[in-house]
């Protein structure tokens, strides 16, 4: 764990490889707040971020859901998530699901897929499963538009408790 | 080397797995225009492409240049490089500056990344070791923003120039 003085003194390339996923497989996230530092704290850290992903067109938003991996879905299977999501979806107990509960959240993140061209994306960390499959099946109700924001409102809470668990939250920085 | 066809048929992991690192280490790009296909043919993957780039705010397109190595710099040294890169630095002959070459580099890419907070970045195919060397000892006069979208521009080449090693430039799809 760094405290937010440590990150501030970090050179480009470390932090970089320390930040560069805490948006899942999106490093420009971390790249492009560079330039904001110094931090004061890991939540003015998280509030860069937020900023910037804000900032993006819709297409760009699309892009950072598309970057995150189905829950359960292959990638899990095959042991080839990133390591950030391996821990978030056990967690929330994904690994731990029934073959029924497995097959009914494959078959609606197919149909979520197809009806919004990219994943559902859910903070893992925030929900155990049954409230995730709850999760899926209502919002697979909403518009496409009102899945885009809240999907990158969930990027949001996953990036925070990523960033949680490489900053200490000193906040008698506040 | 795929046609724009079978580009069209490709599924999302697919895509992302050929057309992730059309821009270095920023598949957000390829991930945002996945909505826009089918494509026409190479030209219009690389205006999309090219749009997408141009509607991200300025962190965002500084990100961009923030994710390209240093040209002959440590991860050159370290054989670091993506595989795009190797391969683009070797086409410039890069890899056989003189010394002295390599410290004039070396020195104006530092003076580079601290006047401007982002790294110089070329379109090495086009351009031979000692037009980059000039180049890169002229853009350092420019102003930031200058800078910004001249790097922006040089990224766009790059970028189609990677388009054409995976897509048959089928000219008669215009």
Redesign the interface.
Known sequence: MLNISLVNELN?EDF?SRFGNVVE???????????NRPFRDVRHLHQEICS?LD???D??K???L??HPDLAGRLAELGSLTQESTAEQKAAGLDTMTPGEKQLLRETNIKYREKF?FPFVICARQNKKEAILKGIVERLEHSAAEELNIGIEEVKKICLLRLLSIVIDDKSHM
């Open positions: 480009y970089i497989h999106c490093s420009i996230c971390a790249a492009a707040i560079w330039r910037f900032l993006l067109p297409t760009g699309e892009g950072v598309r970057l061209g």
